[in-house]
């Protein structure tokens, strides 16, 4: 596609409900990172995949977070069991190399745990 | 470990005054440098970027030089103008070792008219 989509954009769910997050890169682009982003906030590093390999998963913050990038394209951020905590912006980015220039960003998924 | 630190906002200018927003960074080696904005109700966008000491990024009116020696990454821009309301994050990219990208808080910039 023409941009980075992630989908959805807005997800209010259940405290204990088990989300997923999706996106989808720019065509072609190797690199895929994660991010969240609490409100006033900048982006903080979560995950990152080349191809369908997850690189370096240092960000997670626990293990009810888990990523997948099964055929190195779209990827999902799956968080079991939400807590109010995990409320924030999720935002997605690719590059088209490992380590080349810039990351290009997605819109983000606004996750709001109720 | 690595990190940015950039001015506190809000920062309010009225329309062609200077801007500065203020940002330094620590890191192991020589990351990359950036600027990322984002306008109201968009995502990030890349604003201006630089590779190595001493390269300035420009884009739109806004520069930025790397600065090796004081680790900073200053925004500035001459005449600022209602649209460039919005806020800007300093961010700096590891070439090594995962590449990820860590940024600022962000400084929330607004343009009176």
């Known amino acids: 596609g023409a941009g980075v989509s992630q989908s959805p954009r807005y997800k209010v769910t259940k405290r204990g409900q088990d989300v997923a997050l999706r996106c989808d890169p720019i065509?072609?682009?190797?690199?895929l990172y994660w991010y969240r982003q609490a409100l006033g906030q900048g982006p903080e590093f979560l995950t990152y995949?080349?191809?369908?390999?997850?690189?370096?998963k240092s960000g997670l913050p626990n293990d009810r977070f888990s990523a997948e990038r099964p055929e190195g394209s779209i990827s999902t951020l799956t968080i079991q069991r939400t807590e109010q905590r995990d409320s924030a912006m999720y935002r997605c980015?690719?590059?088209?190399?490992?380590?080349?220039?810039?990351?290009?960003f997605g819109q983000g998924t606004r996750l709001t745990v109720v | 470990g690595d990190s940015v630190t950039q001015m506190e906002g809000p920062v309010t200018l009225s329309e062609e005054a200077f801007l500065t927003i203020n940002c330094t960074y620590t890191?192991?080696?020589?990351?990359?440098l950036f600027w990322y904005v984002q306008y109201p109700g968009e995502g990030l966008q890349l604003l201006l970027k630089?590779?190595?000491?001493?390269d300035k990024g420009s884009n739109k009116g806004f520069e930025a030089t790397y600065r090796k020696e004081t680790t900073s990454f200053h925004l500035e821009k001459g005449s600022v103008q209602v649209s460039d309301s919005a806020v800007y994050f300093c961010?700096?990219?590891?070439?090594?070792?995962?590449?990820?990208?860590?940024f600022g808080a962000g400084t929330r910039l607004f343009v009176k008219a």
């Open positions: 630089a590779t190595k000491a001493d």
């Open positions: 961010a700096l990219r590891l070439n090594t070792g995962g590449f990820k990208t860590i």
């Open positions: 065509s072609g682009h190797v690199s």
């Open positions: 890191a192991t080696g020589y990351p990359s």
């Open positions: 980015a690719s590059s088209p190399q490992e380590g080349v220039t810039e990351a290009f």
């Open positions: 995949f080349n191809y369908e390999a997850q690189q370096d």
